[in-house]
């Protein structure tokens, strides 16, 4: 019987250690129950085996299905470590309400090209303008150009994949151009999606961008279908995984997405819940939370390291360096320390909800009481990128009354003459320029927004009112009066703070006039 035991017990574990390929899940799970069946039927303790088979089996749907998502999204071609030779097409509207007047075609695919290069193994080997009447065609471009197009693209085996620099193609015209030129071709929302997932770190930026992924592989495999029939240009293969009979692949991939949305929405859920638990715990303390926000590459990381002295943190020359959201604490002048927010920065033409999947850490700036909107002044495209900001930050329901300081960086790169005078201070973040000056402003709309009270009290040296400030209160300064026994305490106080003040100590004394 020990004998028996020992031998099931092993078979049990070689059928558990089996890999995971995509046709034998099934088998193995059956393998397995039958196994665990005869093994709890000599233990005499079926059930409570059973159950936690039944565990392992939804387990190992979510490693089947995390597996089959992986191969989806390898043959949609949305992996970014394979690289890529790419063909930079840049359409613009030539005239009409659709035209673009803050920016050019050439700071566009500018702008492209710097996406490319941000990919590692990825490189721009042909870029080309393109004026179109409308970006709405099946094939976006007029006939003419389209031949002329493709016949270019196929004919040059340096090119391997196209890039249509506009925000998000349709399922179809993704299809259309796939099918011309022969290669995988992205738009801006599945090449900033590469570079989140080159960028992500922490589980929860990995799972955001998975998020974001999601609908877009959706509407491509919907895009596909209408197009094709089920001919897809992606391999069609019969699968294990794949649903009931009847199921098309097509269909049986878009539940697959569907339990992949499901599942990273609760543990999104999760990660939020644990974040506000973090914020109630801040607001308890009620430090006050500056936001730095900004077109990716404006100088955040840089300014909040200035600000802060903090050596750990590393600004990159790259677009999107920053996707976690990171808090880093700030002393003010009067002693108040106050949290800086730095957040993934934004961008054109790319819809708002690949910015918005960062919605739960972009809450961290959405909810700040002050935000500072820093811009690259010495950018060509700036006009455009403060704009652009300032709709992703409307369209992400940022209240409008909120104190937000416009704030010029990277003046050191400019003459003085060419200045603008749009913004509320001008700064370096990189040679200090300004900075006293933008803390200075910073602590003034900190004290007004959070309706904090600046206090000169007459307290007794030593006293309880003394320990009381000292834990309740921000202590600025100190100062000696006529009378050795009081201190003058400069202090700064919430107005939850001011009240118990009032109550605990009715007679101190107040020297400033409020
Ligand atoms: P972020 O994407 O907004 O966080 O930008 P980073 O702080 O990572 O900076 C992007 C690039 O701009 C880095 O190469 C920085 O060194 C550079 N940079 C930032 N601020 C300044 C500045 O005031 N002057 C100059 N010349 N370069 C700056
Ligand atoms: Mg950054």
Not at 35 to 49: D, P, T
Not at 50 to 71: G, I
Not at 152 to 159: E, T, Y
Request: charged letters at 25%; a positive charge; glycine letters at 4%.
């Amino acid at each position: 019987m020990m004998i028996n035991l020992i031998r099931l017990a092993s078979v049990v574990n070689q059928v558990k250690k089996c890999s995971l390929q995509k046709n034998h899940v099934k088998l193995k799970n059956q393998i397995y129950l039958m196994c665990w069946r005869s093994m709890s039927a000599v233990r005499g303790n079926r059930k409570s085996a059973e159950d936690d088979l039944q565990l392992e089996l939804v387990s190992e749907q979510d490693n089947q299905d995390v597996h089959d998502y992986e191969e989806l999204v390898h043959k949609m071609h949305l992996l970014p470590d394979a690289g890529h030779q790419v063909a930079i097409l840049q359409p613009f509207v030539k005239w009409g309400p659709k035209k673009n007047l803050l920016t050019t075609p050439d700071l566009m695919l500018e702008e492209a090209k710097a996406l490319v290069d941000s990919l590692p193994n990825w490189k721009c080997v042909d870029a080309i303008k393109v004026p179109v009447e409308s970006l709405e065609k099946k094939t976006i471009f007029g006939s003419g150009q389209f031949e002329s197009l493709q016949k270019n693209i196929v004919a040059n085996p340096n090119i391997s994949a196209v890039f249509v620099s506009t925000n998000v193609l349709r399922g179809i015209q993704r299809r259309e151009l796939m099918m011309a030129f022969g290669v995988p071709v992205f738009d801006r929302y599945s090449v900033v999606l590469q570079i989140f997932k080159d960028r992500a770190r922490t589980r929860e930026a990995k799972l955001q961008v998975a998020f974001a992924e999601i609908p877009y592989l959706r509407s491509s495999l919907v895009g596909l279908q209408k197009g094709t029939k089920n001919n897809l240009p992606v391999e069609n293969t019969s699968r294990g995984s794949k649903g009931g009979s009847g199921e098309s692949f097509c269909d049986s991939q878009l539940h697959l997405l569907d339990r992949r949305e499901i599942k990273i929405k609760k543990e999104l859920e999760k990660l939020a819940k644990k974040r506000t638990l973090l914020k109630c715990e801040r607001k308890k303390r009620e430090f006050p939370v500056v936001a730095i926000v900004g077109y990716t590459n404006c100088g955040k990381t840089t300014l909040i390291k200035s600000l802060t002295g903090d050596s750990k943190i590393t600004p990159r020359d790259a677009l999107f360096a920053t996707l976690d959201v990171t808090v880093h604490g700030m002393k003010l002048p009067c002693n108040l320390t106050v949290l800086l927010v730095d957040t993934v920065g934004f961008i054109s033409n790319i819809p708002v909800n690949l910015i918005a999947a960062f919605n739960s850490t972009l809450r961290d700036a959405i909810d700040a009481d002050v935000l500072v909107h820093l811009q690259d002044i010495s950018h060509p495209d700036v006009e455009n990128q403060v704009a652009t900001v300032k709709v992703t930050l409307e369209q992400l329901n940022i209240d409008s009354t909120k104190t937000v300081i416009q704030v010029a960086n990277k003046i050191d790169k400019m003459s003085s003459e060419k200045l603008d005078d749009y913004s509320d201070l001008h700064i370096s973040a990189k040679d200090g320029t300004g900075l006293e000056e933008l803390v200075d402003l910073i602590q003034t709309k900190v004290l007004e927004i959070t309706n904090r009270r600046y206090l000169r009290l007459m307290v007794l040296s030593g006293g309880t009112e003394y320990s009381w400030l000292h834990k309740e209160a921000t202590v600025v300064k100190y100062s000696n009066t006529k009378d050795p026994q009081y201190l003058a305490l400069d202090v700064l106080v919430t107005p939850s703070t001011f009240g118990k003040l009032r109550s605990n100590f009715p007679d101190i004394r107040v020297l400033n006039k409020q």
